[in-house]
T-cell receptor, first 115, second 113 residues
Framework: DTGVSQNPRHKITKRGQNVTFRCDPI?????LYWYRQTLGQGPEFLTY????????KSRLLSDRFSAERPKGSFSTLEIQRTEQGDSAMYLC?????????????FGSGTRLTVV | DAKTTQPNSMESNEEEPVHLPCNHS???????IHWYRQLPSQGPEYVIH???SNVNNRMASLAIAEDRKSSTLILHRATLRDAAVYYC??????????????FGQGTILTVHP
């Protein structure tokens, strides 16, 4: 297993367009998380899945954001009607239930630039 | 979540030890102390964690104060590849915890050749 994979690595989009990011977690991990990181700040929690169920969403996740994890495998994060304030690094992480945060593995992220 | 306080930045020379401090005066008895680091253009990676006793692994050592209100991440011999942002994070040990991490701004470590 090569770890958590995120695609694309970079995305430039015009304001108002929709974008979708994909995350492929470590295959045996049943928990998947999305974080957002802006320049100079630490990552901020967005949402979390256990298997296919989305169990928590941060207040940071406006109605324009939607995340899915069909069949409890890969996950997608979609942003509709992008705004310049959405420009950030979007990080995905996965872990195995019962290992707490020790088994938390992050991907390298997708950097979104909204122009 | 209990809050942590770290210096904004620290500098070190290559092959010298580095001591990265973290204050967490409001830590509860069941909070674990975790350290993650983030290399440039990468996602964070786990470094080490502990509860009460000092911990060692292949990457670093974690020294926890007796009152647990502070801790220190020790890199025994810094290399250029250790240049990163280091985050000190507290997590609860409750059985329902799903491992959500609350990051602060961390400490930017610069390593000079």
């Amino acid at each position: 297993d090569t770890g958590v994979s995120q695609n694309p690595r970079h995305k430039i989009t015009k304001r108002g367009q929709n974008v979708t990011f994909r995350c492929d977690p470590i295959s045996e991990h049943n928990r998947l998380y999305w974080y957002r990181q802006t320049l100079g700040q630490g990552p901020e929690f967005l949402t979390y899945f256990q298997n296919e169920a989305q169990l928590e969403k941060s207040r940071l996740l406006s109605d324009r954001f939607s995340a899915e994890r069909p069949k409890g495998s890969f996950s997608t994060l979609e942003i509709q009607r992008t705004e310049q304030g959405d420009s950030a690094m979007y990080l995905c992480a996965s872990s195995l239930a019962g290992t707490g945060v020790v088994g938390y593995t992050f991907g390298s992220g997708t950097r979104l630039t909204v122009v | 979540d209990a809050k942590t306080t770290q210096p904004n930045s620290m500098e070190s020379n290559e092959e010298e030890p580095v001591h990265l401090p973290c204050n967490h005066s409001t830590i509860s008895g069941t909070d674990y102390i975790h350290w993650y680091r983030q290399l440039p253009s990468q996602g964070p990676e786990y470094v080490i964690h502990g509860l009460t006793s000092n911990v060692n692994n292949r990457m670093a050592s974690l020294a926890i104060a007796e009152d647990r209100k502070s801790s220190t991440l020790i890199l025994h011999r810094a290399t250029l590849r250790d240049a990163a942002v280091y985050y000190c994070i507290l997590t609860g040990a409750g059985g329902t915890s799903y491992g959500k991490l609350t990051f602060g701004q961390g400490t930017i470590l610069t390593v000079h050749p």
